[in-house]
């Protein structure tokens, strides 16, 4: 099980100095969130977080993503990249396949693609994109996507998308992991049949329940659990918690955001941000 820190809802200028302060730390990579807008005014339920709110302020940055890891992935050397989470559906597959395959050649193999379909359905509404068809339309994208970023001659004819044969170019010059978010039975069992799973933060007692159901939904699939990713965070690090979790198969843990005691986003200093990643690695990175 590897470390992983989460830059989510960071001033963008302060990225490129945490960022690379986590390659030298030890830390095996750095997650990054995206929300495309935030409403003056909350209407649908947030299933990641214990009240039910979003988490950050509306002048709270959330950039560009495949700019962001495209950017970073050229100040580090080593530190990987995973999105939590890209809402596919919100997007079209073409620009979304090349917006992904530009950052993932830029990283060269350190980018893991995190796909959700979304939870926002005024965000969709927004966008002109369809909420209630998101987790059918994703299943298609992926194929679509998959298809394109070969770099190779590809047509289509699917329920959603149709297209004659044609071109991108580049194609991607590394395997990309695709992992997929949410809890859902639906999700998991579309994680199951991809690379990964991503979760949100977590009590230990909701892992125990998750992993196991995982397993059994990758079997379902015919696919073996050796390589399947699996990313979360845990409201508790204890030792005991972070031993359960390696013996579960959970191969990525990363501390979540520089929150505040509410669970809100951070107004830590920089200079806090990278102390306290410092005392994280000191404790459980260099041991």
């Known amino acids: 099980m590897k470390f992983w820190q989460c830059l989510s809802m960071i001033d963008m200028d302060e990225l490129p100095t945490l960022a690379t302060h986590a390659e030298d730390l030890g830390f095996e990579g750095v997650t990054l969130g995206e929300h495309l807008i935030t409403f003056a005014e909350q209407y649908e339920h947030y299933d990641y977080s214990k009240n039910s709110l979003i988490r950050w302020y509306p002048e709270t940055h959330w950039p560009e993503p495949w700019v962001e890891i495209g950017a970073l ?6 530190l990987k990249f995973l999105n939590t989470l890209y809402v596919l559906p919100m997007r079209d597959p073409f620009q979304a396949a ?38 059918k339309r994703t299943d298609e994208m992926l194929t679509v996507m998959k298809m394109l970023w070969t770099g190779d001659n590809a047509s289509f004819d699917g329920e959603y998308y149709q297209f004659p044969p044609l071109q991108m170019s580049p194609g991607l010059k590394h395997r990309l992991p695709i992992c ?20 949100a933060q977590h009590e230990m007692k909701d892992v125990e329940q998750l992993l196991p159901t995982l397993k059994r939904f990758r079997a379902d699939s015919g696919l073996p659990w050796e390589g399947f990713e699996v990313a979360l965070a845990l409201y508790d690090n204890s030792p005991a918690n972070l031993e359960r979790c390696k013996e579960l198969g ?20 920089l200079d806090d941000k990278l102390r306290d990643m410092e005392h994280f690695a000191k404790q459980f990175i260099h041991t």
């Not at 579309?190 to 799973?197: F, I, L, Q, Y």
């Open 73 to 78: 992935s050229q100040v580090t050397k080593t």
């Open 180 to 199: 997929i978010g949410g809890f859902s039975e639906p999700a998991l069992r579309r994680a199951a049949r991809n690379d990964g799973w991503v979760g």
């Open 98 to 135: 090349k917006l992904i395959s530009t950052a993932a050649n830029l990283c060269g193999d350190r980018l893991l693609l995190g796909v959700g379909i979304g939870w926002q359905k005024s965000e969709f509404e927004l966008v002109g994109q369809n909420f209630h068809d998101r987790g």
């Open 250 to 269: 959970v191969t990525m843990l990363y501390r979540e955001a520089f929150c505040d005691k509410n669970g809100m986003a951070s107004t830590m200093t």
